[in-house]
T-cell receptor, first 112, second 113 residues
Framework: KQEVTQIPAALSVPEGENLVLNCSFTDSAIYNLQWFRQDPGKGLTSLLLIQSSQREQTSGRLNASLDKSSGRSTLYIAASQPGDSATYLCAGAPNTGNQFYFGTGTSLTVIP | SAVISQKPSRDICQRGTSLTIQCQVDSQVTMMFWYRQQPGQSLTLIATANQGSEATYESGFVIDKFPISRPNLTFSTLTVSNMSPEDSSIYLC??????????FGAGSRLTVL
């Protein structure tokens, strides 16, 4: 069974810092990878999707990359803002069946 | 991306009863996925629901406890049977839409007393 670990579990940074969130899969055969954010008591918002033929995706201050050889992904957030405070979840699908398995999450707090 | 509606959005139920959660998608999809998010936890995949066949359950989840129906390509239900307080969670329906983006409904928050 696919196990997905996110490091760190929690992170607190001052506003303006650049930061990296990590995600690793026990089975490195990841076909699609998606990063989400979840605000307290809210649903999931999709941030970035890396498809099978891709290695990274960028959206604004966010950049996600996937190393398929190791089964590791990183989410880079540039110039963090208090509004970035949320829980960040990675999810990977091992094949075209598209059953995504979720990581343990990283709780991010950006201090003004 | 697909728009997903879930009902109920929340409910409070008594131990030993069952609750059926409905999921409606605004477009036809081959597979629908049911997840559970326990308090303070990440999401765990319960099962994959294919139209015209039995759902495929993940390890630790069984059909007797979480029966799923998939009568057509836009609708699915998940029943939580014989509930206990440990079943208190958010239950989420999801689909993969265009470009394989995984999209979620708003979820059904269940509290079992």
């Amino acid at each position: 069974k696919q196990e997905v670990t996110q490091i760190p579990a929690a992170l607190s940074v001052p506003e303006g810092e650049n930061l990296v969130l990590n995600c690793s899969f026990t089975d490195s055969a990841i076909y699609n990878l998606q990063w989400f954010r979840q605000d307290p008591g809210k649903g999931l918002t999709s941030l970035l999707l890396i498809q099978s033929s891709q290695r990274e995706q960028t959206s604004g201050r966010l950049n996600a990359s996937l190393d398929k050889s190791s089964g590791r992904s990183t989410l880079y957030i540039a110039a963090s803002q208090p509004g970035d405070s949320a829980t960040y979840l990675c999810a990977g699908a091992p094949n075209t069946g598209n059953q995504f398995y979720f990581g343990t999450g990283t709780s991010l707090t950006v201090i003004p | 991306s697909a728009v997903i509606s879930q009902k109920p959005s929340r409910d409070i139920c008594q131990r030993g009863t069952s609750l059926t959660i409905q999921c409606q998608v605004d477009s036809q999809v081959t597979m629908m996925f049911w997840y559970r998010q326990q308090p303070g936890q990440s999401l765990t995949l319960i099962a994959t629901a294919n139209q015209g066949s039995e759902a495929t359950y993940e390890s630790g989840f069984v059909i007797d406890k979480f029966p799923i129906s998939r009568p057509n390509l836009t609708f699915s239900t998940l029943t939580v049977s014989n509930m206990s307080p440990e079943d208190s969670s958010i239950y989420l329906c999801s689909v993969t839409g265009g470009a394989n983006v995984l999209t979620f409904g708003a979820g059904s928050r269940l509290t079992v007393l």
